[in-house]
């Protein structure tokens, strides 16, 4: 029992700061993975804001349209989508004009309309315009009325720039991030290079002496994931207490839960990896050569 209390206070004693250091960098790229993750919601939200009006036929009766509205709601390019009778465009030309049409011309001249928002993989110029070639044909049809193209276009060229900042950063994080747990790595290995030089003369083989520091610094990375997917985890639950009111909307606890499992796999695989090639390093060497860093 003495024993096993020994290599638990050894095991946190040796890896302790690797834990620390490797839980800070995970911690950084969950950030930039939330942000990134809020990003494409928002962006999404966006798009699906984008509203396309199919304007009727005068001899289109509302039970005609009604029809044409239910094949809309098949479709996967649109969602929310809304019929409006002839009665309700009456008054809400009333309402915005202060006219009333059916007084004037003794008839309600206005035909049904229908409108609905496109999916966010359809806000693009590109695909509205498929879109509408799709929808034009449709029995009743008379008008397609398409968000204004150069609102489009620039809104995505919008996106797709905040996307590449978003991506480089990532990139650059995940090359510091290597960089970083490969040292931290590297220095609680190089504290052990005499011990890793004793087991070989002793007639151990690589693999061998390989194998316990591979699955320690593995099992801190497994550690780190997890510490810092809690830390996330409580930003995310007290965002709302420090103002972030709408945080839970564009991050979802089962996106935490992605991010969460992405990070940890990426801290047990960089810390198995640098702790490999730092073994390797020292198995290489002669006992002279253990004397430089």
Same mark, same amino acid.
């Given at each position: 029992m003495k024993h096993n209390k020994e290599v638990k206070i050894s095991y946190w004693a040796a890896h302790l700061t690797t834990i620390v250091s490797v839980t800070l960098v995970l911690l950084i790229i969950g950030?930039?993975?939330?942000? &990134?993750? +809020?990003? #494409?919601?928002? @962006?999404?939200?966006l798009r699906e804001n984008l509203e396309v009006s199919v304007v009727m036929g005068d001899s289109v009766s509302d039970q005609g349209a009604a029809k044409v509205a239910e094949l809309l709601k098949k479709k996967g390019f649109a969602h929310d989508v809304r019929l409006i009778s002839k009665a309700e465009a009456l008054k809400q030309w009333k309402d915005d004009t202060g006219e009333d049409l059916e007084q004037l011309f003794g008839v309600n001249p206005l035909s049904p309309e229908i409108t609905f928002n496109v999916t966010a993989d359809y806000g693009s110029e590109v695909a509205?315009? #498929?879109?509408e070639k799709e929808i034009k044909p449709l029995e009743g049809v008379q008008t397609v009325v398409l968000p204004e193209s150069k609102m489009v276009e620039s809104m995505n060229r919008n996106i797709e #720039?905040?996307?590449? $900042?978003l991506?480089?950063? !990532? $990139?650059?994080?995940?090359?510091? &991030?290597?960089?970083?747990? =490969? =040292? @931290?790595?590297h220095l609680s290995i190089y504290a052990r290079r005499f011990t890793i030089h004793t087991m070989q003369l002793? +007639?151990?083989? =690589? &693999?061998?002496?390989? !194998?316990?520091y591979v699955g320690n610094n593995m099992l801190s990375g497994l550690i780190a994931g997890i510490v810092a997917t809690a830390l996330l985890a409580l930003a995310l639950a007290f965002a709302p207490q420090a103002g972030f009111t709408e945080a839970g909307d564009y991050v979802s606890w089962g996106m935490l839960g992605i991010i969460g499992g992405g990070i940890t796999l990426v801290g047990i695989l960089l810390c198995g990896l640098a702790a490999m090639i730092a073994t390797t390093r020292y198995l290489r060497r002669d006992y002279d050569r253990l004397f430089r860093s």
């Amino acid at each position: 029992m003495k024993h096993n209390k020994e290599v638990k206070i050894s095991y946190w004693a040796a890896h302790l700061t690797t834990i620390v250091s490797v839980t800070l960098v995970l911690l950084i790229i969950g950030i930039i993975a939330l942000i &990134s993750a +809020g990003a #494409k919601a928002e @962006t999404d939200r966006l798009r699906e804001n984008l509203e396309v009006s199919v304007v009727m036929g005068d001899s289109v009766s509302d039970q005609g349209a009604a029809k044409v509205a239910e094949l809309l709601k098949k479709k996967g390019f649109a969602h929310d989508v809304r019929l409006i009778s002839k009665a309700e465009a009456l008054k809400q030309w009333k309402d915005d004009t202060g006219e009333d049409l059916e007084q004037l011309f003794g008839v309600n001249p206005l035909s049904p309309e229908i409108t609905f928002n496109v999916t966010a993989d359809y806000g693009s110029e590109v695909a509205l315009r #498929k879109i509408e070639k799709e929808i034009k044909p449709l029995e009743g049809v008379q008008t397609v009325v398409l968000p204004e193209s150069k609102m489009v276009e620039s809104m995505n060229r919008n996106i797709e #720039k905040f996307a590449i $900042i978003l991506g480089c950063i !990532a $990139i650059v994080m995940i090359i510091i &991030s290597f960089v970083l747990i =490969n =040292n @931290t790595v590297h220095l609680s290995i190089y504290a052990r290079r005499f011990t890793i030089h004793t087991m070989q003369l002793v +007639g151990a083989t =690589n &693999s061998f002496i390989r !194998a316990p520091y591979v699955g320690n610094n593995m099992l801190s990375g497994l550690i780190a994931g997890i510490v810092a997917t809690a830390l996330l985890a409580l930003a995310l639950a007290f965002a709302p207490q420090a103002g972030f009111t709408e945080a839970g909307d564009y991050v979802s606890w089962g996106m935490l839960g992605i991010i969460g499992g992405g990070i940890t796999l990426v801290g047990i695989l960089l810390c198995g990896l640098a702790a490999m090639i730092a073994t390797t390093r020292y198995l290489r060497r002669d006992y002279d050569r253990l004397f430089r860093s």
